[in-house]
């Protein structure tokens, strides 16, 4: 216990000092993760992760604003220098974009599919370019990670508005990205 109590005193000591190095972090309640604002500087979280991951240093999570690290419980005495060279290289090899704008999905609140989540993934299907699915029933679900939040479920009707917000979505988040989907027979 005496050891996991040091290294979360070590992180928190980490965070700081890294505020201090003027990086863009955002404080979470969890002082093992460290939240990297990308966007601060025109950089999404995707183009971040590939040049971290590249250059040796794996995150958790990467978000169109946002990187994920988390420190776990292993000794870390590297991590402010290896993080703070990587960040200024990053600066300085790579393409800023404008300001980085959520775009709110085209989901309601509560919706139901017209055929049944189970009926659905068992029917028979065919698989189709996510681009081709306009008005099909759908036999898969479209799920990206992250956020690990379906897009789209068997049994809903794929509408226009779905399709150009998956397709948006596909600059950021590569899985999403010439994505084919089961339909249903009609």
Not at 86 to 107: D, G, R, V, Y
Not at 126 to 154: A, E, N
Request: glycine residues 4%; hydrophobic residues 40%; proline residues 7%.
């Amino acid at each position: 216990m005496r050891e996991y109590k040091k290294r979360i005193s070590e992180a928190k000591i980490i965070f700081k000092e890294l505020i201090k190095r003027k990086i863009p972090l955002i404080q979470t309640h969890d002082p093992l993760k460290i939240v990297l604002n990308t966007s601060k500087v025109g950089i999404d979280g995707f183009t971040a992760d590939r040049f971290f991951y590249k250059n040796g240093l794996i995150a958790e999570l990467p978000e169109m604003k946002t990187l994920t690290f988390c420190l776990g419980f292993s000794n870390q005495k590297d991590f402010i220098f290896l993080f703070q060279k990587l960040w200024e290289k990053l600066l300085i090899h790579t393409n800023k974009s404008c300001i980085f704008k959520a775009i709110k999905p085209p989901f309601r609140l509560l919706q139901s599919p017209e055929v049944p989540i189970g009926v659905a993934w068992a029917s028979k299907t065919y698989s189709i370019p996510l681009s081709k699915s306009l008005g099909k029933i759908s036999g898969d679900i479209i799920c990206p990670y992250p956020p690990g939040i379906p897009l789209i479920v068997p049994g809903e009707r794929i509408d226009k508005e779905r399709i150009d917000w998956i397709e948006t979505q596909s600059l950021y988040n590569q899985d999403l990205l010439n994505s084919y989907i089961r339909v249903l027979h009609n």
